[in-house]
């Protein structure tokens, strides 16, 4: 390979200091040239700043630090961005692990198709834990169904996904009114652009989704609270096209797990998804009766 993008790597954090340095040290293992990247944490307002863990690596790649008041991961996505050199933006969430050749292969898709934004690949490195492998199973499932087409894709989660800078920038980032949705907006918002998605299998990322019962049933109840936002979206800017599924979407996606795993490791999984769908219809009728979002105006990125 004989030529290397300068990529722009934002981290959002938030109270996780010790999943950010893992993080932080996968990076500095990757096998890509130091001085082709640079990477931007920003601190969403944690308790306790990241400041010793950003040190720590600023001898070992260039890294920089942004701090701001508790803004939500959309807010601090956008505020890395706006905060960068690179030509292409790549994020990533602080419990991330990349592999070693993550940058390369992104670097290789950028360079064959340098104006689509890609997603990587998003593998469970906890899967023992139960609630994150339900996790990591409903986004493959939701990947399945979005993203038949991998050169026409229609959907990635923004933890492992790389854009143009300026495109992200005429697109106007995130949407900073929504909470646990702002991917699938920016996603359809891309699209509605006339930009591709496009899906690199093999820049591979490794998720840490600590979760238990409760972080589990409340990051599915905040999903489902952008849900209806997002919702509201569809509605209101994309000629009235509706994010809701259909039933048989639902009934498939509990179906799933059986082709992913063995009856005796699919069994609590289903249940878990279960599980996760009455969160999700939970937080959605809670946003739609008692705090009724009314989307006049996008928020997302201003400059």
Same mark, same amino acid.
């Given at each position: ?54 040190? @720590? ?75 994150? *492998? ?41 949407? *900073? ?57 569809? !509605?209101?800017?994309? !000629?009235?096209? @509706? ?61």
């Amino acid at each position: 390979m004989d030529k290397f993008i300068f990529f722009s790597i934002i981290i959002p954090t938030y109270n996780r200091l010790d999943l950010l340095s893992s993080c932080l040290i996968s990076i500095a293992t990757v096998d890509y040239p130091f001085d082709k990247f640079e990477v931007v944490v920003v601190d969403d307002g944690s308790k306790t700043a990241p400041d010793e863990v950003v040190l @720590s690596f600023q001898t070992r790649f260039k890294l920089s630090l942004i701090k701001q008041k508790n803004s939500g991961p959309a807010s601090a996505r956008n505020r890395g961005a706006n905060n960068t050199v690179g030509d292409y933006l790549i994020f990533i969430d602080d419990d991330s692990i990349v592999s070693k050749n993550w940058l390369k292969e992104l670097n290789r898709m950028v360079l064959e198709k340098p104006d689509c934004a890609i997603g990587g690949a998003i593998e469970n490195a906890l899967p023992n834990n139960l609630y994150a *492998t339900a996790s990591e199973t409903i986004v493959n499932y939701l990947y399945s169904q979005f993203n038949k087409d991998l050169e026409n894709a229609n959907f990635f989660v923004s933890n492992n996904l790389v854009v143009s800078k300026n495109n992200f920038l005429l697109v106007k980032g995130f949407d *900073t009114n929504l909470e646990m949705s702002e991917d699938r907006e920016f996603c359809k918002n891309w699209l509605a652009k006339g930009f591709k998605l496009c899906y690199a299998e093999k820049a591979v990322i490794y998720h840490q989704n600590r979760a238990n019962f409760k972080a589990y049933w409340k990051q599915q109840f905040v999903y489902g609270r952008g849900a209806y936002r997002f919702n509201q979206i569809c !509605q209101q800017r994309f !000629q009235n096209s @509706s994010s809701l599924n259909k039933h048989s979407f639902y009934i498939d996606l509990l179906a799933f797990p059986f082709k992913k795993f063995s009856y005796r490791h699919a069994f609590p999984i289903m249940v878990l998804i279960l599980l996760s769908q009455i969160a999700v219809f939970t937080g959605y009728f809670y946003e739609k009766i008692f705090l009724v979002y009314k989307p006049l105006e996008r928020k997302g990125l201003t400059a």
